[in-house]
């Protein structure tokens, strides 16, 4: 027998995910013709739609009145394209606002939910493939938000990101109902992890013994991107850090992510007291890892507002 919209919305709740994604698609021609009535024919559209299925995803719990739920759902695709229309979407908020970190009012079940939620995000994520999987995560959970800056960032044309995002955000759909029944790996440790890493690796240069590091924990045949578009190995890495530290820069991480294979730190610049216009404000450290071994880093200049 058919569950009606009250019962799965309840079953969602009680954390059954697969029952979230049958409402998505129960109650997707209303959510499509709200998005095409605000928004027209266009990829714009399809953004706004996917957007809006993550946010039911993560805010289901929200739900009041589980018989209204389908109101709900075209509620949120609205707020969506009104946001898009007004240049900001929850797509462009940080790490920290978009996954809802508990406050101190939730009870212990609200946080739970909202930890099991997160890792189960992080662990589809896992299931697609590194490019989309990189765009995706600076789209939605970095401070690099900007089509032009991811473009930047990954060495890709626009179009092709706009291209990946959606392919990502298309591909999250079914990978999230194909892991909502398998273990998922703790996205907080994990995070707390690279942070530790980041904080540990700048701690470890400004005191000398970044090759130390570089030995223990990076690949013998690393390649680095740098930020002018230089490329070499691990003889350019050291001297790179080494020529910074010697002109008196320092880095200090601001935000650090990571998912399967890939690592994000965001670090602040910060430019010797005699020469405060020395670098720009800020790099972006991307990591593709391999082994347990970094294989490959981009550094990435963002334009200061980004």
Known sequence: MELSDAELTRCAQAGDIAAVGVLLQRHQAGMKAVALALSGHGPDTDDALQDAALTALRRIGDVRDPDAVGAWLRAIVRNTCRQRLRG????????????????????????????????????????????????????HFSGVTAYEHIAEACELPVGTVRSRLNQARARMSAALLATADTAHDN???????????????????????????????????????????????????????????????????????????????????????DDPEHCPPSVVWLLSIEGGLVQRLRLFHPSPGT
Do not use: C, K, Y
Request: glycine fraction near 10%; charge should be negative.
């Open 88 to 139: 900001r979407t929850e797509a462009d908020l940080p790490l920290s606002d978009w996954l809802l970190p508990p406050s101190v009012d939730m009870v212990p079940e609200r946080v739970m939910e909202t930890h099991a939620l997160r890792d189960w995000i992080w662990t589809a994520m896992g299931e697609l493939s590194p490019p989309l999987r990189l765009v995706l995560m600076l789209r």
């Open 187 to 273: 996205a907080e440790a994990r995070n707390g992890a690279t942070r530790r890493e980041a904080v540990e690796t700048l701690a470890a240069a400004e005191a000398g013994r970044f090759g130390d590091v570089v030995a223990e924990r990076w690949s013998p045949r690393v390649t680095l991107v740098g930020g002018g578009g230089e490329q070499g190995g691990r003889d350019l890495l050291l001297a790179a850090m080494d020529g910074d530290l010697a002109a008196g820069v320092r880095q200090r991480p601001v935000n650090t992510i990571a998912g399967p294979g890939l690592a994000v730190w965001e670090m602040d610049l910060i430019s010797p007291p």
